[in-house]
């Protein structure tokens, strides 16, 4: 008997719809954009009209578009974030990506759920919880090992979504109020101030000076070439590129990168296909240190490593 072949995704960021179209003709199963409103990254909004012609072209190859609904809500603006949805839908969205519970209890479209990685999920029983009030898809924690994405895998039927390259919080995401306290910008509401990045100086209980005019909150850049396969192996289906504003550029030559890693595993297993149709080939040979990152680390996919900060600087190193 035949087992059902199972699908990897590649899931690439998409900063407005012509970016998410180059991610597509560059290897991605599916992109992530934002919408109107109520998305976690400010400057990354999409209108209605823009996330419809992306979905035009995306279904063309079975590809998928999902788009960020995944601020905290205020409860006047519930309305909104409902009708929103429905517009979306309207539009040929596969899949919202939320954070605030609110949500379930409106009159959604019959439009798939996404957890977002805003709502810290690291262990089993948020992962079950989150499936039983009907998401189909979990954007697991980045701090999680790979072992711990295998017990997730092993006590849930959700696709597991994963960061394998971008951007690094020092925060678990969805906790991190740092630059609410700083500025009164909140990440969770779009409007991270990235207080993480900036220069600190720290001192002891006795006011000497440890260091100074360090970046001592930033964080290197996540990078699981090393562990792709690993991460397939431990039950992850959905593999995600950070960046929605990262330029065109970066999402190109990441993309590529990935899809050429999940293409090798997909020939050397049977047991795997692509989560879209067609095939991808490249004028150029992707590179990700030619890119924007602030050095490497895979973090703690293999549990908690030494040097994942980048406390010289945040700049492209």
Not at 109 to 124: E, G, Y
Not at 181 to 204: F, I, K, M, W
Not at 226 to 236: M, S
């Amino acid at each position: 008997m035949n087992r059902p072949q199972h699908p990897l995704e590649l899931l690439a960021p998409a900063k407005n719809a012509d970016f998410g179209i180059e991610a597509i003709k560059h290897g991605a199963d599916a992109v992530y954009i934002g919408g109107p409103a109520f998305g976690a990254r400010y400057g990354a909004g999409n209108d209605v009209a823009e996330i419809r012609r992306l979905c035009d072209f995306a279904h063309r190859y079975r590809a998928k578009v999902f788009v960020a609904v995944n601020t905290i809500l205020h409860d006047e603006e519930l309305e909104g974030a409902r009708q929103l949805a429905w517009q979306l839908y309207e539009a040929g969205a596969d899949a919202l990506i939320i954070q605030d519970m609110g949500l379930l209890e409106l009159d959604l479209p019959p439009i798939q759920l996404h957890a977002s990685t805003q709502t810290d999920i690291r262990n089993p029983a948020k992962a079950r919880f989150l499936e039983d009030v009907g998401f189909s898809q979990i954007v697991l924690a980045r701090e999680m090992s790979i072992e711990e994405i295998g017990k997730v895998a092993a006590a849930t039927t959700l696709s597991l979504e994963y960061f394998v390259h971008g951007a690094l919080c020092v925060a678990y995401s969805g906790q991190c109020y740092i630059s609410h306290a700083h500025t009164g910008r909140s990440a969770n509401r779009g409007e991270c101030s990235q207080a993480c990045r900036l220069p600190y100086t720290l001192v002891d209980d006795k006011g000497k000076t440890i260091t100074e005019n360090q970046h001592l909150l930033s964080m290197k850049d996540n990078n699981q070439t090393e562990n792709l396969l690993a991460l397939v192996e431990a039950g992850v289906s959905s593999f995600k590129i950070e960046g929605r504003l990262k330029d065109l550029s970066y999402v190109k030559n990441i993309t590529a990168h990935y899809r050429t890693l999940l293409d090798q595993i997909i020939a050397a297993d049977p047991r795997y296909v692509r989560a879209s149709s067609g095939r991808s080939t490249f004028t150029f040979t992707p590179q990700p240190d030619k890119t924007f990152n602030r050095g490497y680390t895979d973090y703690f996919a293999n549990d908690r490593q030494d040097d994942i900060g980048a406390f010289d600087s945040p700049a492209f190193v």
